[in-house]
């Protein structure tokens, strides 16, 4: 199977590169290798590898600068996706592409579904939503995955802000009211590729058959304030830490330019009813990504 990995440096990416590996031969970019916000040049990196996949890690998901960088966020989140797209029509390739819970407003009160309609609250949540609809208006087989909370131990994130946190102040205070799934990189990047493997002998008939958008996020969901405090119990160096205690807050404590749903958990049932395969409840994943 020949694959193109695009964004190859971001959590999930640099996961994605080693679980791809066993699948044949992947062929990996990044920013400044291949320009984002050029359209053409993402159809002269398809064109030139002609992949069978076109796995699309890449994002601009810095959700507050966003607001104030509209243009550059439709860019890479719209307007490359849907080029990607086109040229996998093209060439005869599928695209594996990611999504975000960020389309929903959060209203609902329980997980979304698919079939739930999409409200995003800021730029970034409607820039990946039009991603999304150019990708399916595009023809070209495709699995758009809808996913939460990504987070790495290797990378600046949510993670690893808690444990410099813990170790800079004697108090932390985390919001309560916010609730998603976390969702490891190293678990999405192989679960994403066990999907792949099932259709090796020919992937592209194989995704165009299971078409669609899918959420995949860790089993279960939890507010930041629960996430908090369990990557606090799993700490590897507790006798660094300093924060004595972890306090519940309201997002209105934290006043940000990108206004974000409050309860945005996705419900995987369909991906799991679809492939047989879930992700492992997000305690067990963080303990895992904790000890790896």
């Not at 990196?45 to 992949?51: E, I, L, R, S």
């Not at 945005?264 to 305690?283: H, I, M, N, V």
Request: charged share 20%; with cysteine; proline share 7%.
């Amino acid at each position: 199977m020949r694959i193109l990995l695009l964004g190859k440096t971001g959590q999930l990416g640099w996961e994605a590169q080693r679980s791809l590996s066993t699948l044949g031969e992947v062929y990996s970019f990044d920013y400044p290798e291949v320009d984002f916000t050029k359209p053409a040049t993402l159809a002269e990196v398809v064109q030139q590898h002609c992949p069978q996949v076109i796995y699309n890690a890449a994002a601009y998901t810095q959700v507050d600068r966003a607001e104030s960088e509209p243009e550059l966020a439709r860019l890479i989140n719209t307007e490359a996706p849907a080029a990607l797209a086109e040229a996998a029509r093209r060439c005869g390739a599928a695209l594996i592409h990611f999504s975000t819970d960020f389309v929903f407003d959060g209203t609902k009160g329980s997980p979304y579904v698919e079939a739930d309609a999409p409200r995003p609250l800021n730029v970034y949540g409607q820039t990946k939503l039009e991603g999304e609809q150019a990708i399916l208006q595009s023809g070209c087989p495709a699995l758009i995955l809808r996913t939460a909370w990504v987070y790495s131990t290797r990378r600046d994130s949510f993670v690893g802000k808690v444990l410099e946190w813990a170790r800079r102040q004697p108090e932390l205070r985390v919001v309560s009211d916010q609730v998603s799934n976390p969702t490891w990189a190293r678990a999405l990047a192989e679960i994403t590729a066990q999907v792949l493997a099932r259709g090796e002998e020919d992937p592209t008939s194989w995704l165009q058959e299971h078409h669609g958008i899918y959420h995949l996020a860790g089993s279960g969901h939890a507010s930041r304030y629960e996430w908090a405090q369990e990557i606090i119990a799993c700490d590897p160096h507790p006798e660094l830490r300093q924060a004595q205690r972890i306090l519940p807050a309201c997002t209105a404590d934290f006043p940000t330019p990108a206004q974000r749903p409050l309860f945005s958990a996705l419900d995987c049932s369909k991906f799991e009813l679809t492939f047989g395969l879930r992700l492992p409840p997000w305690q067990t994943a963080l303990r895992l990504a904790m000890e790896s």
